[in-house]
């Protein structure tokens, strides 16, 4: 009756996990992805790509070495876009190789072009010719793009989002970042790690409000350190190309003058070409599509997965996203996902966090104990050349359950699953001051954290029986 079982638009995390999930159960399977966008936004212009650059920048500036070898060391002088971008592109054509090995020996048919509902069941592909295809089950997987607000003139060349900056012919001297979330923080990072004197504008207090604020001041901290300028509460009023640049007006009468502005003004889902009325769907003005516990759209046989669907828009989540959705939409059972997820920020220095925070506990009036490792106290760190980074546990007090686990620092998004996994499992703090760790190692800065927090507790339970 249909051309496919399982069809996909869009071969991201979250598409791609879906159809190899739906070909397992040996489903009839097709993917519809824009020619040479195989992997999607994550691949080509997201997630790999930005990840790598920072890989790029870590090394070419030596900045990790300098505790060692001093402030001026570097590895190469002169860092070129074209130093960068090599390292890029050798990482996205092996990713694209990987994925389109993965969806061919699961028989997942690849269709190139735009997909566009007909109807709930139709979809017109627009690519080299016209093609109507039919499934019985859809999933929409079409993830974002930066959102671009009606008032500023893009040109992608001085004004520009976080797609166009992979692509400058130059580093700039200066930038202007407009937006202090995770997109915005990551890159002023990278560009002020390459020498690039940086100014974030963010209309809000602070930056990262989801984050651990003493993590946070951290990281500002060493942003700081690295000639970062923030204007904090401030608005942008207008930005004005110039010959040579552009002049960035904030509200407050200050005027910004750099090289480039990038604006990361969050997210836009893509669903603007979709057609979704022709499927009884409708989106929302941020171009989200609502979905249930299922990933499934108010039409039953219609998924929605990944960033297209909103928080929390991460890669591994919409991976997981997409396999439950095949699986539900297959008849297959399927348990829930897993409500502690890790949130991992690949700024410089990196972020990652699993759990509570400290003000969510406080909030919820859920008393706490906190156990600090800092990688000066740790050989690995004196090893590495990393003084300055930290990780810090939450422990109940009443129970000594593990309740949120923050690092920043060296391997920050590596580190956090050990915590996460004990939290998992429902483990205490005891787990961690009992266990053994490979030494030198920075995942020893769990035992150093816990054994700090286990103190604290023994002297409060001491100082109150005294009392």
């Not at 920050?412 to 961690?432: F, K, N, P, R, S």
Request: aromatic letters at 6%; one cysteine or more; a negative charge.
């Amino acid at each position: 009756m249909y051309d496919f079982d399982l069809l996909v638009l869009g071969s991201g995390p979250g598409g791609q996990k879906a159809a190899i999930a739906a070909a397992k159960l040996r489903k009839r399977v097709a993917v519809v992805e824009k020619k040479h966008m195989l992997g999607g936004v994550c691949i080509n212009t997201g997630t790999i790509p930005s990840k790598t650059l920072r890989e790029a920048v870590l090394y070419l500036t030596g900045l990790n070495q300098r505790e060692l070898y001093g402030a001026s060391y570097r590895v190469k002088e002169e860092i070129t876009v074209a130093d960068l971008g090599m390292r890029t592109q050798h990482v996205i054509g092996r990713e694209i190789q990987v994925i389109r090995s993965q969806l061919g020996r699961n028989h997942v048919t690849v269709l190139q072009g735009t997909g566009r509902f007909l109807d709930a069941h139709t979809i017109g592909v627009t690519g080299d010719e016209e093609r109507k295809i039919t499934a019985e089950k859809i999933v929409i997987a079409t993830g974002t793009s930066p959102a671009r607000p009606s008032s500023v003139e893009f040109d992608d060349k001085m004004i520009i989002d976080s797609d166009a900056i992979l692509h400058l012919d130059r580093v700039p001297e200066t930038l202007v970042v407009v937006g202090a979330g995770v997109i915005g923080i990551e890159y002023a990072s990278m560009f002020a790690a390459l020498g690039t004197k940086v100014t974030v504008v963010e209309r809000r207090e602070r930056m990262l409000e989801f984050c651990d604020l003493e993590i946070v001041e951290a990281l500002k901290y060493h942003l700081r350190d690295l000639a970062v300028t923030f204007r904090f509460g401030e608005n942008v009023a207008a930005v004005e190309r110039r010959p040579r640049g552009a002049l960035t007006v904030l509200e407050s009468g200050k005027k910004i003058p750099a090289d480039c502005v990038m604006y990361s003004a969050g997210r836009q889902g893509k669903t603007a070409e979709l057609c979704l009325e022709n499927a009884g769907l409708a989106a929302d003005d941020r171009g989200r599509i609502q979905v249930d516990e299922n990933y499934a759209t108010s039409v039953p046989h219609i998924y929605a997965v990944g960033d297209v669907i909103g928080f929390p828009a991460l890669a591994a989540t919409s991976m997981e996203q997409g396999r439950l959705a095949a699986q539900h939409a297959c008849a297959e059972p399927v348990a829930e996902m897993q409500e502690l997820s890790p949130i991992g920020i690949y700024t410089i220095p990196e972020i990652s966090f699993v759990g509570k925070s400290e003000d969510e506990l406080t909030r919820d009036k859920i008393p706490f104990e906190v156990g600090v490792s800092r990688y000066r106290e740790l050989a690995r760190g004196q090893i590495i050349g990393d003084s300055y980074g930290m990780l810090k546990l939450l422990v109940s007090s009443e129970d000594r359950r593990l309740l949120g686990v923050h690092v920043f620092g060296t391997g920050a998004t590596e580190l956090v699953h050990i915590g996460q996994t004990v939290m998992g499992c429902g483990g205490t703090v005891d787990y961690l001051v009992n266990a053994v760790f490979n030494y030198p190692t920075l995942a020893e800065s769990y035992k150093v954290a816990a054994l700090d927090a286990m103190n604290k507790m023994r002297v409060i339970a001491r100082l109150t029986a005294e009392l």
